[in-house]
């Protein structure tokens, strides 16, 4: 069967990035990474501060999320210089969990140097918190920089790795599901206008629904692989606090933007 690792807080050093990159499992779970009453801290903070940013509607952002700028690098930088101040409000009273993030990444990968990704001194958006409501839904896509920002200097990493906290569940729906297939250029003619693909483009590809997740749980996946996020089906929004990774091959430095 094709199922997520899932790795307690206590057990880091059984996490296996290797076999996250080339398929073999479909995700990492690691529960209980930020605790619950950080979470809802956080999750009040979150729903009393405007958003700004929305990616046409689809559902509603604190933060840039560069896949949206990706013909606007002036514009992306400025609204990321601009939301400073809404995540130091977000997060006064709470650690940041860039930072924990951050030292988990130092435990697996001792060798490397972790940071937020810049160009010309200009600092990308450490992460971007999405609030998924009533009725709202992400479609099947991927997330590739290498194809979709090459306007950006980080365009030219090996890899990455989707980084997902779970701040809040809804009561139901807002599934994750993640399909065994990578997106290859030729699957652009299955592309809608707006955002995400066709199910033609996973059509009889095997996948992994997740619907187990807690707050304070946090998801890493490959996101060259196509995956969606099902309908919220209940009153409570599912809200999540997500960046990327970005690694090259023959550097052991690791990059984190969104």
């Not at 999405?130 to 099947?140: A, C, N, Q, T, W």
Request: overall charge positive; aromatic content about 10%.
């Amino acid at each position: 069967m094709w199922t997520p690792l899932v790795v307690q807080k206590s057990d880091l050093d059984k996490v296996d990035y290797d076999s996250l990159i080339t398929g073999r499992i479909p995700a990492i779970i690691l529960k209980g990474f930020y605790d619950k009453k950080s979470c809802e801290s956080i999750v009040s903070k979150v729903m009393t501060t405007p958003s700004g940013d929305s990616q046409k509607k689809i559902l509603n952002h604190i933060g840039p999320f560069l896949m949206s700028y990706a013909t606007n690098k002036t514009e992306y930088f400025a609204q990321a210089e601009k939301t400073k101040k809404k995540f130091a409000k977000i997060f006064s009273e709470k650690e940041n969990p860039t930072k924990r993030i951050f030292n988990m990444l130092k435990m697996i990968f001792p060798e490397s140097k972790i940071k937020l990704a810049n160009e010309s001194g200009k600092k990308f958006s450490p992460f971007v918190i999405r609030i998924h409501e009533l009725g709202k839904s992400i479609p099947i896509h991927k997330d590739h920089v290498g194809y979709e920002g090459k306007e950006y200097s980080i365009s030219n990493i090996d890899y990455q790795l989707s980084c997902v906290l779970h701040l809040q569940e809804s009561e139901k729906g807002g599934n994750l599901i993640i399909y065994n297939k990578n997106w290859k250029k030729t699957d652009e003619k299955h592309r809608n206008i707006e955002f995400g693909y066709s199910a033609q483009v996973v059509n009889s590809e095997k996948s992994c629904r997740i619907s187990n997740l807690e707050s304070g749980d946090l998801v890493l996946i490959n996101p060259i692989q196509y995956h969606e996020v099902t309908t919220i089906q209940g009153p409570t929004p599912r809200i999540t606090l997500g960046m990327f990774l970005g690694f090259s091959n023959n550097d052991s430095k690791i990059i984190s933007w969104a």
